[in-house]
């Protein structure tokens, strides 16, 4: 990745970060909201309710409905930690693992909730991460933006962003470089390590039978060492056309990665989320 580093919000104003899940905010984003929470307001929308990461054991019916409470007070706690009241962050508590299937009423509300806080930039996945609930987020945010329901900027950035059918192994090397910027700074990143342990459903071996963590120290270690990067939606440049290279394979192996990673993780048996 080319882009310099800044150690400063890239952006004025107020902005909306959108996370799928409880921890995408922290895990894509936590070292600009602990910065740009200095200089400006940071909203924090969550889609999805959680429920489901990590997976109940079987003889646990009842912790699906008690995880979407839990991890609503871990975000809370990390958003603390970053600088983000309460009062500025919101729950849709649609169904984990299923926002596809209300992608019209998710675009709706995230360009009524853009409008009503008055953001200058809205926050969204990238346009091709490989968890479905997290493409389903930025193409609720892109249709809307599209349509002239959002007029903030949007921008994209990265939640898991090593694949390992790239190349470089890196998808973040693959975006356009003249939309993007990178920002990291040592306050920031110790900010983003004390938020993310806040995520004690992810961060721990939560229920018996998990052979790690959702987030393992190595993928922690790895998130805040690394600059955060940002991809600015621009017209013209939709879809691949956002891609400086392999616009064809990014996407293929976009659809790709998920399938093998859920047979690797049933080769070795586990049961992460």
Known sequence: MSAAVSQSSPFAGDILVCAPHMDDDALGCGMLIALHARIGRVHVLFASDGSLSPQPPRDRPDAARELPAVRAAEALAGLAVLGVPRSNVSFLGMPDGSL???????????????????????????????????????????????????????????????????????????????????????????????????????????????????????????????????????????????????????????????GLKRLKDRLIGERVQ
């Open 100 to 258: 596809a299937r209300h992608q019209g009423e998710l675009s709706a509300l995230v360009s009524d909730r853009a409008q009503a806080v008055h953001a200058t930039a809205v926050l969204v996945p990238f346009r091709y991460d490989r968890h479905p609930d997290h493409l389903a987020l930025n193409r609720a945010a892109t249709s809307a933006r599209i349509a002239g329901r959002i007029a903030a900027d949007l921008v994209e950035y990265f939640v898991y962003a090593k694949w390992r059918l790239l190349r470089t192994g890196d998808v973040r090397d693959y975006a356009e470089p003249r939309d993007t910027v990178r920002i990291r700074s040592e306050e920031a990143a110790r900010l983003k390590r004390a938020a993310l342990a806040c995520h004690r459903t992810q961060t721990t071996m939560y229920f018996p039978g998990q052979r790690r963590p959702i987030l393992t120290g190595a993928l922690l270690d790895q998130a805040c060492e690394e600059p955060e990067t940002f991809l600015f939606h621009r017209a013209g440049r939709n879809g691949r056309r956002g891609l400086a290279r392999g616009r064809y394979w990014v996407p293929l192996a976009c659809t790709l990665e998920p």
